[in-house]
């Protein structure tokens, strides 16, 4: 599994705030090499490093920063289990039929 954090920046006057995708490449790339950016409507986006040690550097220097412009603060996290599935729509059920072939009874 890909090291992958996600973001979300939360104005403390409960603004909404547009994420940029470009913003989030050029602020995450400084960390290292970023493999994807994944987007969500509800203000949320999450980031795939290719590696973990870019991954946690990213996570530990943004994580609880304050940006006085916008008066909000940034959560860098990492993507739990259940979100990374919802991220990849896998389900159980389907990584099991996929996965796992049933044996048919022997003869």
Not at 18 to 35: C, E, P, T, Y
Request: overall charge neutral; aromatic content about 10%.
């Amino acid at each position: 599994m890909a090291p992958i954090l996600s973001l979300q920046i939360n104005t403390l006057t409960g603004a909404q705030y547009d994420l940029n995708q470009q913003g989030i490449m050029d602020i995450f790339s400084r960390f290292g090499k970023v493999a994807n950016i994944i987007m969500k409507p509800e203000g949320k986006a999450f980031i795939v490093f290719n590696e973990m040690s870019h991954a946690l550097f990213a996570q530990k220097s943004l994580n609880s920063q304050y940006l006085p412009d916008i008066q909000a603060n940034i959560r860098v996290e990492w993507v739990s289990q259940v979100e990374y599935d919802d991220l990849f729509n896998l389900k159980k059920e389907d990584l099991q039929k996929k996965l796992i072939h049933k044996r048919c009874p022997e003869s």
